[in-house]
Every structure is written in C-alpha cells, then in structure tokens.
C-alpha cells in the first residue's frame, strides 16, 4: 500500500520510479543492431552505475542536504545575532563560491562519465575473455 503522498507529482518515491522507468524504456527501445555492437558488460555496467546514482540520490543526498540546510540556518542566525553587518560582508562571497562550485561540479560530472565509461569497457573486455576462456574449454 503506497501512500497518499506517493501519489504527488514530487514525491521522491514516484520520482524514483520515474527515473528506472525512463533508464530500463532507454535500454529496451535501443534498435536490435546496438546490441549486436555493444557488450552485454557495457549495457550490465552503466545499469549498476546508474542504479548505484539514483540509490544515493534517493537516500544520502537528501538526509546530507536536509543536516546541511539546518547547520546553515543556524550559523546564520548565530552570525546575525553576533553582528549583522559582519554577517551581510560574509554573505556577499557567497556568488563567487556559488560560482566555483558549479563549475567544480561540472568537473566532477565529467570525470564521473569518464570512469563510468572505462568501467564499461573493462567489463566488456572480461565478458569478451570470459566468453573466449569458456569456448576454449570445451
């Protein structure tokens, strides 16, 4: 039984669900020729990353965000009752390091997609020597 808030357009579960949805739809309308190119490690590779993604956004960014939104609010009201002036000349870095971190980010998305595509040809390979050890055998 789901509950009533599951239903909303914005809930994390039916978010969720969403995205393995529209991630398995991707994969099933890929034309017959993609799987004869691409290795069944590939396609198993970038799954478990991707499942691995969405777990963690799912679960620990949000309790991450949740803490790291009430540490801020209380700093800031410590800073305001310290000295609000003080606490304004603080806040006006906060672009800059807003700019900073978004291209940090970027960064990091790209190394991400990078080591998620060496992972995937690492696993087709071991599919590919597997299957050859295997032939050999018999």
């Known amino acids: 039984m789901t509950s009533p808030l599951a239903s909303s357009p914005c809930h994390p579960l039916r978010l969720l669900r969403q995205n393995i949805s529209a991630s398995l739809s991707f994969w099933i309308r890929k034309e017959i ?41 209380m700093g800031l009201s410590f800073m305001f009752a310290t000295s609000w002036k003080l606490t304004l000349l603080a806040l006006a870095v906060v672009p800059v390091i807003s700019v900073a971190v978004c291209k940090f980010r970027h960064l990091l998305r790209e190394l991400s997609h990078k080591i998620q595509t060496a992972a995937a040809v690492a696993s087709s390979i071991a599919d590919v020597f597997l299957f050859h050890q295997t032939n050999i055998r018999r």
């Open 33 to 73: 020729a993609f799987f004869d190119v691409t290795r069944t490690g590939e396609i198993l590779s970038r799954l478990s990353e991707d499942t691995q993604i969405i777990k963690n956004a799912a679960t620990t960014n949000v309790s991450e965000a949740m803490k790291n939104l009430a540490t801020a609010l």
